[in-house]
């Protein structure tokens, strides 16, 4: 009947449910001796955790001192980039806007020479049209007063 007990507390305490008092008895059976043969596995587990109970660490530990200054500087170095990124995005984004006002000026300049340049030429055709009506007509006034 001990033997069913032990498993079943030995179950519980590998779900991580026993009280202290249960865990004692565990210890108390493990470490006594007399352990079946199927539970011996945990046996070196028990003995383990009894012999290494009264172990402390001697030695001294260094710890590096914080670095506070450090840290400052770095917290201040990444907002002081932080404006500079910020910054840069709103002077690229204002150069390109000019750009682009540049381009469209272009070619709306490209598109207004254009039509000038087509109204000039049709310009041209009309005043050799009126040249030629112009001949005509002092062609016909000089026939016209010889005549009369």
């Known amino acids: 009947m001990e033997l069913a007990n032990i498993e079943k507390l030995l179950q519980k305490y590998l779900d991580a449910e026993t009280t202290l008092q249960e865990e004692t008895t565990l210890r108390n059976y493990f470490t006594g001796g007399n352990v079946a043969p199927h539970l011996q596995e945990y046996e070196y587990m028990f003995n383990y955790f009894s012999t290494t109970k009264d172990e402390t660490y001697t030695k001294t530990i260094l710890l ?8 400052k500087n770095l917290k201040w170095l990444s907002v002081a980039a932080s404006v500079v990124l910020l910054f840069s995005v709103f002077i690229g984004n204002q150069e390109y806007k000019k750009y682009q006002e540049e381009q469209e000026a272009k070619a709306l300049y490209a598109e207004v020479s254009k039509g000038l340049k087509l109204l000039s030429t049709n310009l041209k055709k009309g005043e050799q049209a009126v040249a030629t009506l ?3 007509e002092n062609t016909v006034n000089k026939i016209l007063k010889e005549t009369k």
């Open 134 to 136: 112009y001949t005509y």
């Open 64 to 71: 590096k001192p914080k670095r506070s200054n450090k840290t």
